[in-house]
């Protein structure tokens, strides 16, 4: 069952630019709401992570979008660098289950 | 601080062969998962420890794949026989006492069944 998903599943940008990464959840039992990054040949890390009692986190470029009524919640790259290319997965978890990931989205910063 | 370690990087193995993963967490993490992650997909939760105890293993097929923790530490995963859609990268991640949400990666074990 697809309790996550995530849009676009590539996407590509100028330097300078902003990306943005949307994902959609259905469980409502989920109340954490991490960002993964993942660069090719490594494991997943932890980028960014926000819990539904605030609409927005920023940390550095990066920023979580969070929507508790329409279910969604959004990465934002701000001034992206050829750096921020790689793969960045949404994933949600309820209190004592597991981590559940969306399909993951390529990002290609150009230069 | 050392990262969570996994070996092999890399196994090619034939169809109906055996195959082992490792895993070390990070010092102090008593929560050890495994997970597999298809190519171009998220990852999948395979199993989970909270010290030498299985809570979650659901996920895992347990026809082929087995898993042990003995002493609370280090991990094996194996699958015996392995089968072509067994091909993936299988992931270790740990987290401290308390605070699953927040789950440190290997680098991962790239499987290739042929």
């Known amino acids: 069952q697809q309790q996550v998903k995530q849009s676009p599943q590539s996407l590509i940008v100028q330097k300078g630019g902003i990306s943005i990464i949307n994902c959609a959840y259905e469980?409502?039992?989920?109340?954490?709401f991490p960002w993964y990054q993942q660069f090719p040949g490594k494991g997943p890390a932890l980028l960014i992570a926000i819990r539904p009692d605030v609409s927005e986190k920023k940390e550095g470029r990066f920023t979580i979008s969070f929507n508790k009524s329409a279910k969604q919640f959004s990465l934002h790259i701000m001034d992206s660098q050829p750096g921020d290319s790689a793969t960045y997965f949404c994933?949600?978890?309820?209190?004592?289950?597991?981590?559940?990931f969306g399909e993951g989205t390529q990002l290609t910063v150009n230069p | 601080e050392a990262g969570v370690v996994q070996s092999p990087r890399y196994k090619i193995i034939e169809k109906k062969q055996p195959v082992a993963f490792w895993c070390n967490p990070i010092?102090?993490?008593?929560?050890l998962y495994w997970y597999r992650q298809n190519l171009g997909q998220g990852p999948e939760l395979l199993i989970r420890y909270e010290n030498e105890e299985a809570v979650d293993d659901s996920q895992l097929p347990k026809d082929r794949f087995s898993a042990e923790r003995l002493k609370g530490v280090d991990s094996t995963l194996k699958i015996q026989p392995a089968e072509l859609g067994d091909s993936a990268v299988y992931l270790c991640?740990?987290?401290?006492?308390?605070?699953?949400?927040?789950?440190?990666f290997g680098p991962g074990t790239r499987l290739t069944v042929l």
């Open positions: 994933a949600a978890k309820a209190r004592g289950s597991r981590l559940t």
């Open positions: 469980n409502t039992a989920f109340d954490y």
């Open positions: 991640a740990s987290s401290l006492p308390g605070s699953t949400d927040t789950q440190y």
């Open positions: 010092s102090g993490h008593n929560t």
